[in-house]
Each structure stands twice: as C-alpha cells, then as structure tokens.
C-alpha cells in the first residue's frame, strides 16, 4: 500500500533514525542488505523508501561501531550474499536508542499537540 499522500519518504529521515530500523530490523536474525530494506519498506508500508547509496554506507557504519557484524552466506536465489548480523553491543545501543527515540516522539507530539487548556 502506498503513503497516502502518495510521496515516500526517501530522503527525510531524521539523522540516526536508519540506524534505528536497521538494528530492529536485525533482532530476528541475520539478513542480507536488500533484504533489510524490503522489511523497513514493508512494515512502514512502503512510506519509508531505503535507497542503497544511504543503506550501504550505514551498514558499514554499523559494523565499524561493532554493532553488527557481517559474514558471507548463500541468499534464497543461491547467490553469494553478505549477511549482517547483530552483536551484543548493537542490542544494547537499540534497546537505548529506542529509549531516546520514544522521548524525542513523546517531546515533539506535545509541541505539535499541545494538551487543550
């Protein structure tokens, strides 16, 4: 299903917020690059579009951090594939960048609705 409005949001995350959804993406198990962005884009029904030129370099990011890390696998089409994998650090910085992502919503929703007076 398409964003209502019809544009995706390509380009307009928050900085950060790709880190996020990759490390969520990930607390199931490993996965290959085009496989992480077909799940972000499915569950945000298709309003969050993953372009390979920000997942790519975030991934390496990912694994420079020691967040996730990386080996090479076998895909469902039989191609070779690298798979990322999260390490113990990467679920500790999900579960605290999920705090701070909940406190960032919670203090933007009340500028943007603020309680009736």
């Known amino acids: 299903m398409p964003p209502r409005d019809g544009h995706p949001l390509s380009g307009e995350m928050l900085q950060g917020t790709l880190d996020l959804l990759i490390l969520q993406t990930l607390?199931?198990?490993?996965a290959h690059g085009h496989t992480i962005a077909y799940n972000i884009e499915h569950r945000s029904k298709d309003v969050l579009q993953v372009e390979?030129?920000?997942?790519?370099?975030?991934?390496h990011r990912l694994e420079n951090r020691g967040w996730?890390?990386?080996?090479?696998?076998?895909?469902?089409?039989?191609?070779?594939?690298?798979?990322?994998?999260l390490t113990?650090?990467?679920r500790q910085q999900?579960?605290?960048h999920t705090s701070r992502w909940d406190r960032l919503v919670e203090a933007v929703n009340r500028v943007l609705r603020p309680a009736e007076d």
């Open 27 to 30: 607390v199931p198990g490993p």
């Open 52 to 59: 390979h030129g920000s997942l790519y370099p975030a991934l």
């Open 68 to 85: 996730i890390a990386s080996f090479w696998g076998t895909s469902e089409n039989n191609r070779k594939a690298r798979y990322y994998r």
């Open 88 to 90: 113990t650090a990467g």
């Open 94 to 96: 999900l579960a605290d």
